[in-house]
């Protein structure tokens, strides 16, 4: 065996890694170039490039799958983890990693099993959002001027709605074609929902007053745009009031519960969108009918009350002809006492002008009054100097000449006493007994030799005059340790008491 093995090793050809990777890519692509495989997704991920990442398993084995960007978006199923779908497309090899993948160009749910669990699941989903609660549905309309209708434009949806709506009550009818099933379904429907609602009121194109999504019969996997999530928020977030007829009548899309309300066929949707012209005129007509009647019946009714009470009334020319009578009385009663009243007016009147003085009249009393009131002024006055003058003249006679020289005398008398007491308590007195006044330069008395300092400048004022002196030392006693004492009751001191004290220089002077 060991002599044939270097034989062996030479005729075997000699692949580099690189080309035996594109052999076994191109092996594996020419042998697989289309296949349909089911599985379980796992391990989804969406790149930031917009590629799709994730893993087909079954209870055996696991391939790894890829969706490139630009097939992503059209993919009829959104991936999740869990979910079993049947992917569509080739099988290939990664050299990078020694791998082979199926790069996925269609997606499809596998069985009606899993269509059902991703469908409640998503529902449930939606319902704890709110967008199935009654509190957002609107109601209808009564008569819409114009009626939005989404489905298909070349089915029998929109014959059918058509024709109902002729038969009832024409409307005017606005198609937003788009596809019922199938890749790109969901983004036209929820496209044409939302594209009526952008519609500006007024404008060229008439804005809807109500919305029709219909489409006929078929299988979970037809209808299935119709539970797509972009369609359903389309739907609830409508502002015009939408009905969803989807399918028959046990047919179930997430729409159903979106919409303001769900007919079972598209032709029950027209038939719920406009009432019947001829039973809406017959009911017309008999309410007009009955309003006629009830009218003819209540002025009837108003008539007969009317009667009844206006026999109650008393005689109305009777009732007013008895106090136009008494109105007459009242009046010439009223006439004749405003001329008497008037009559006693002017006699008083005349009465009283016949009292009043003429104003000549007047002037003449009143001027000679206050001539007579002058003259017995001039002569009180007269009379009041006069006796002025005789007591002056007794005073005179009594006192003489006599009296201001006594007044004077006392006056200086008087003046003399003072002079010689504020004399006597001059501070010159003090300094004729051998006393001086020590003052500063400005010429205040210094009281005290604490205030003073070794150089400063004083006047020393004798008795005869004064000289100036320097401060060449000073000489106190240490201050004593000062113990307190309790305080005695100030007994008033007499002026004398006082003098002999107080101790201070300021009590000389």
């Known amino acids: 065996m060991s002599d044939k093995s270097p034989d062996l090793a030479t005729n075997l050809p000699e692949f580099s890694v690189s080309e035996l990777s594109r052999a076994l890519k191109r092996t594996v692509e020419d042998t697989y170039p289309y296949v349909r495989v089911r ?39 959104a991936p999740e983890d869990g979910l079993e779908v049947i992917c569509t497309g080739k099988l290939t090899t990664y050299p990078g990693r020694s791998k082979y993948q199926i790069v996925v160009e269609q997606m499809e749910m596998a069985g009606e099993g899993a269509l059902l669990k991703l469908l409640e699941d998503r529902r449930k989903k939606l319902a704890a959002e709110g967008l199935f609660d009654d509190s957002r549905k609107r109601e209808l309309p009564f008569l819409p001027e114009v009626i939005g209708v989404v489905t298909s434009p070349t089915g029998a949806v929109i014959r059918d709605i058509l024709h109902r709506l002729s038969d ?28 009526f609602n952008a519609i500006d009121p007024g404008g060229p194109v008439p804005r809807p007053d109500l919305i029709i999504v219909a489409r006929g019969g078929g299988s979970l996997e037809d209808l299935w745009a119709f539970n797509e999530e972009n369609v359903v928020r389309a739907a609830a977030a409508s502002d015009i009031p939408l009905i969803s007829a989807v399918g028959h009548e046990t047919d179930t899309t997430l729409i ?42 209540m002025v009837d009714d108003r008539r007969l009350r009317v009667e009844g009470l206006a026999r109650g009334l008393p005689d109305l020319d009777g009732l007013i002809g008895t106090q136009q009578q008494r109105l007459d009385g009242e009046d010439e009663r009223l006439r004749n006492a405003m001329q008497g009243l008037l009559r006693d007016r002017d006699r008083q009147v005349a009465h009283w002008a016949a009292q009043i003085k003429p104003p000549q009249q007047i002037l003449s ?69 051998g006393y001086a006044v020590v003052r500063d330069p400005d010429g205040k008395a210094v009281m005290t030799a604490a205030t003073l300092q070794a150089g400063d400048s004083v006047l020393v004022e004798f008795s005869d005059g004064r000289v100036g002196a320097d401060v060449t030392e000073t000489d106190m006693p240490p201050d004593p340790v000062k113990k307190p004492t309790p305080r005695k009751p100030k007994a008033k001191a007499r002026t004398t008491d006082k003098a002999k004290t107080d101790g201070r220089q300021g009590s000389l002077l």
């Open 39 to 77: 599985g379980e997704l796992s391990g989804f991920k969406r790149a930031a490039s917009g590629h799709l990442y994730m893993t087909l398993k079954d209870e055996n084995a696991v391939l790894d799958a890829v969706c490139w960007r630009g097939t992503a978006g059209r993919l009829s199923v």
């Open 365 to 433: 009393e009143t001027e000679a009054k206050v001539t007579r009131s002058a003259e017995d002024l001039v002569a009180a006055m007269r009379r009041f100097w006069e006796g002025k003058t005789v007591a002056r003249d007794r005073v005179s006679d009594r006192f003489g000449p006599t009296l201001p020289a006594r007044y004077a005398d006392m006056s200086e008398q008087k003046l003399d006493s003072v002079g010689a007491l504020l004399e006597s308590l001059s501070f010159r007195r003090v300094l004729d007994r």
């Open 256 to 297: 159903d519960f979106a919409s303001d309300r769900r007919a079972p066929t598209p032709t029950a949707a027209a038939e719920m969108a406009v009432p019947v012209r001829a039973e809406l005129q017959a009911s017309v007509l008999d309410s007009e009918r009955r309003m006629i009647a009830a009218m003819h019946r």
């Open 168 to 195: 009832r009550f024409p409307r005017h009818v606005l198609l937003w074609p788009v596809l019922v099933q199938g890749d790109g379904a969901a983004d036209q429907v929820t496209a044409a929902i939302e594209g």
